[in-house]
C-alpha cells in the first residue's frame, strides 16, 4: 500500500551552512551561526490510516513460526487506549535453546541471508501501535534511520533490511553471525513482522536468563536498563565467558552557555528531552542553563512545554504519544511527584492527558538541585529538570557526577567552549549544537554505568568478529 503523503518530520532547517557553524567566534559576534531547528508539525494530505495485518505472534525458530513450548502468551497493549492488541507467545529457556540450536546450525551450515528493503509501511505502523510514538516519526525517520543503517553495513559485506533491531542485526548478519533476537515484551510487534522477512525469534524476559546462560551462544549485544545489564554481563561471565555489549541507561546533561541565543536554545532542549515521549536513552533530562540567562530560559521553556501537542499518536501534527505502559506511567508520576516533594518548583506539567491510555502532558521542574531523584535518575520519560550553572568548570564537575555517560548536549557560539565541555564531559556521544543526529557512520556507545561498546561504524563489525592468527612454515620465504 501505498504510503501517505506526509510532509518531513523533524525537517531540519540549517540557518546557515554547516560549514559557517564556527566561523563566528565570541559573544559578540554579529553573524548567526548554523544551528539545527526541529519541527514535529507535520502536515499531511490525508488521515494517517496506514493498512497493517497482525499476522506474527509467534516466535520464528528455523524459518517457521510456533507456539511457545509451554503454550504460553502475554498481553502486548495499545499504550494509547490500554487496550490489548493481541497475545504473544512467551518464550522460556526451552524455546531459546530451540532458537540457538537453529541459529547455530544456520551459521555452522547455512547461507547468509540477503534481502532488500521493503514493507516500510507496515513496520511504521505497527511501531506506533505498539509504542505509541506518533507514526509521523516512525514512517519519516526511523524507519528510514534503520534502512540507511542496514545499508551503510551492506557496504561492508551485505544488504538486507527497525531502528535499535538493525544496530545490532546488521553488523552482526553483514558479518555472517546467526541471530537470536530477544525484543523487549513491551514493543514485539514491529521485530516480529521484521522476523518474517530476517528469520529470527524474539520475545520474553523468562528467555533473556536464558539466552544470557546458554552455552551455545558466542556473543551477547543488549540494550536496555543499567540493572538488567548488570545481571546480563554477570550470566554471561559465569557460562562461557561470552563477550557483551552494552548499551544502558542514560541522564544526559544539556549545558546552555551564556552566549546563547535563549530562543533557540529552548527549542533544542525541548527537543533533546521530550522526543519520543521522552523515552530515549540519551534524552537529556538535565537542562544545565548558566546563572545569566536562567529565569529567561526557564519562562520560555514552560510556555514551550505548554504548546507541545499530545494526543493520539496516529493523528497529523501529533508531537508526543502515550507512555509504552502502566508501569512506566506510574513511575513517571512517582517522580514528579518526588520532585515536587524534594523543593522543586513545578512549573507545567504532571496533568494526565485523556481518559484512558498512558499519556503523560509535558513536565518541567526549575530551582532542581543535584541530589534531587529527578536530576539523579533516569526517569525515562517527558520531565525536564532545568539547573543553573556559574562557570564551565563547576558545569563539567556537575555534569559528570551522574552514574550514567552515553550522550551530552552543548549550545553556544564559541568554539573553545564547545571544545572545552566536549573535552570535559564523560560521554560516548557530544553534540555541539545539534542533537540526536545519527549516521551510519558515526559510533554511539557509553561510558561507566551507560554501557560498553560501541554500535555501528568498524567499531560495531568487531563486536561480531573473531581475530585469528595463522603461522605456517615455508620452504623458501621471501624474507631469507
Known amino acids: 500500500m501505498a504510503a501517505p503523503k506526509i510532509s518531513s518530520l523533524l525537517s531540519r532547517s540549517v540557518t546557515s551552512s554547516s560549514s559557517a557553524l564556527f566561523s563566528s567566534i565570541g559573544r559578540n559576534s554579529s553573524r548567526r551561526r548554523g544551528i539545527f531547528r526541529y519541527s514535529t508539525a507535520a502536515a499531511v494530505e490525508e488521515p494517517i490510516n496506514p493498512s497493517v495485518n497482525l499476522s506474527y505472534t509467534q516466535h520464528l525458530i528455523n524459518g517457521q513460526f510456533v507456539d511457545a513450548a ?44 540477503r534481502m532488500t528493503p521493503y514493507h516500510n509501511d507496515e513496520i511504521a505502523a505497527l511501531e506506533t501501535w505498539d509504542n505509541g510514538k506518533p507514526y509521523e516519526q516512525a514512517a519519516k525517520v526511523e524507519v528510514p534511520l ?106 544526559s546533561p544539556f549545558i546552555v552557555c551564556e552566549d546563547a541565543n535563549v530562543d533557540e536554545a529552548v527549542e533544542l532542549a525541548h527537543f533533546a528531552l521530550f522526543f519520543n515521549q521522552g523515552q530515549c536513552c540519551a ?118 557526577a551522574a552514574s550514567y555517560g552515553l550522550a551530552a548536549g552543548v549550545f553556544t557560539q564559541n568554539l573553545d567552549t564547545a571544545n572545552t565541555l566536549t573535552r570535559g564531559l564523560r560521554v560516548g556521544t557530544g553534540w555541539v549544537n545539534c542533537f540526536d543526529v545519527f549516521d551510519a557512520a558515526i559510533p554511539f556507545g557509553g561510558y561507566t554505568m551507560s554501557g560498553h561498546g560501541r554500535e555501528k561504524v568498524i567499531y560495531s563489525l568487531q563486536n561480531y568478529l573473531q581475530v585469528k592468527a595463522v603461522i605456517a612454515s615455508l620452504k623458501n620465504p621471501a624474507w631469507l
Open 70 to 113: 509451554s503454550g504460553k502468551t502475554f498481553e502486548t497493549l495499545d499504550p494509547g487506549t490500554g487496550n490489548v492488541i493481541a497475545n504473544v507467545a512467551e518464550g522460556d529457556a526451552e524455546d531459546v535453546n530451540r532458537a540457538v540450536l537453529a541459529a547455530r546450525k544456520a551459521f555452522d551450515e547455512g547461507p547468509c541471508p
Open 146 to 251: 534503520m534502512i540507511r543503517l542496514m545499508r551503510y553495513h551492506a557496504d561492508y559485506f551485505l544488504e538486507f533490511p527497525t531502528s535499535n533491531v538493525s544496530w545490532k542485526v546488521g553488523p552482526a548478519l553483514a558479518c555472517g553471525n546467526g541471530i537470536v533476537l530477544k525484543t523487549a515484551e513491551q514493543t514485539p510487534l514491529s521485530a516480529l513482522y521484521l522476523s518474517k522477512l530476517l528469520h529470527e525469534v524474539v520475545h520474553e524476559s523468562n528467555s533473556s536468563t536464558a539466552l544470557a546462560s546458554h552455552m551455545d551462544m558466542d556473543k551477547l549485544a543488549f540494550t536496555g536498563s543499567t540493572v538488567t545489564g548488570n545481571s546480563v554481563l554477570q550470566l554471561a561471565a559465569r557460562s562461557n565467558l561470552k563477550p557483551v555489549t552494552l548499551e544502558l541507561g542514560g541522564k
Open 283 to 400: 534524552a537529556c533530562s538535565r537542562t544545565f542553563v548558566h546563572e545569566s540567562i536562567y529565569d529567561e530560559f526557564v519562562e520560555k521553556a514552560k510556555t514551550r512545554a505548554l504548546r507541545r501537542t499530545v494526543g493520539d499518536p496516529f493523528k497529523a501534527g501529533i508531537e508526543q504519544g502515550p507512555q509504552i505502559d502502566s508501569d512506566q506511567f506510574e513511575k513517571i508520576l512517582r517522580y514528579i511527584r518526588s520532585g515536587v516533594e524534594n523543593g522543586g518548583t513545578l512549573e507545567t506539567g504532571v496533568e494526565i492527558f485523556g481518559n484512558e491510555g498512558f499519556f503523560i502532558k509535558p513536565t518541567v521542574f526549575s530551582n532542581v538541585q543535584d541530589g534531587m531523584l529527578i536530576a539523579q535518575d533516569e526517569i525515562f520519560g517527558p520531565v525536564q529538570s532545568i539547573l543553573k550553572f556559574k562557570d564551565l568548570d563547576e558545569v563539567i564537575r556537575r555534569a559528570n
